[in-house]
């Protein structure tokens, strides 16, 4: 997975560029994770905000990343705060001494490029949680038609950081045939003095069917219960484009 995610690293201290308020997406997980229990693991977390809020309204969180950088940046903003663990790890092949999970979620499954990989990480998730955990996936299934969006600025919804202005330039082309979507972006940094570095930042992300996610699931010792296509828990319909599924551990 290290070559499958740009300049990743480069965005650590810039990470939150966007200047979106993100406290419904926390307060989300927060409501999910409370069904299950306290004990919280997320993995692929970048900078780990979420694992920090949750952290903040008393859950016990283990949160990690593959990339040092981000976690080195995470621990500046949020290592003070109880309850919270950030830890560099990669999905594929974690090891942590910690209490078995009782709720999970990852977002970011589209960066592991092949089913084995993705059988991986969930063996790995499996084992760092208890019986009747809960893992929760939120995941693009492959698109119909091939597509592309031309190239484009993109400017944070409020500037965040006081010495310098961050903003990106992108396009993306997605690929019915592979189930991949290709994004390019070149990311601007101007200093206060008017300076600007830019850097490329290109990667891509692969879908799976919705089958084949039931499948190796299964065969990683989850027992799907739910499956739907928003946040808002509509059901899953056939077409839809966007699947969460809410999967539990069925045995040891």
């Not at 997320?42 to 016990?60: D, N, S, T, V, W």
């Not at 080195?72 to 999970?101: C, Q, S, T, Y």
């Not at 056939?238 to 539990?248: H, K, L, P, R, T």
Request: proline share 4%.
């Amino acid at each position: 997975m290290d070559n499958n995610i740009g300049s990743y690293a480069l965005h650590a201290h810039i990470w939150d560029w966007g200047g979106y308020d993100r406290t419904e997406e926390f307060e989300y997980w927060c409501n999910y994770a409370a069904e299950y229990g306290t004990n919280i693991l997320i993995p692929m977390c970048a900078l780990g905000e979420a694992g920090a809020y949750m952290a903040q309204k008393g859950f016990r969180v283990t949160t990690f990343d593959i990339t040092p950088e981000m976690i080195e940046e995470g621990r500046k903003r949020f290592g003070a705060v109880r309850g919270l663990k950030l830890l560099e790890g990669d999905i594929r092949n974690f090891h942590f001494d910690i209490l078995p999970a009782d709720f999970c979620f990852c977002t970011d499954f589209g960066h592991l490029h092949t089913i084995e990989e993705i059988k991986k990480a969930l063996l790995c998730i499996n084992n760092h949680m208890r019986k009747g955990g809960c893992l929760v996936i939120e995941e693009g299934l492959p698109a119909k038609e091939s597509n592309y969006f031309p190239p484009k600025t993109f400017y944070p919804k409020t500037q965040v950081y006081p010495d310098i202005k961050v903003w990106k330039t992108g396009d993306t082309r997605i690929d019915a045939v592979t189930g991949r979507t290709y994004i390019s972006q070149t990311v601007y940094i101007e200093d206060k003095n008017g300076h600007v570095k830019q850097f490329d930042h290109s990667f891509y992300l692969q879908s799976y069917t919705r089958e084949a996610w039931l499948s190796v699931l299964a065969e990683s010792g989850f027992e799907v219960l739910q499956e739907h296509r928003s946040r808002e828990k509509e059901p899953w319909r056939e077409g839809d484009g966007m699947w969460i599924a809410e999967a539990v551990k069925s045995g040891d």
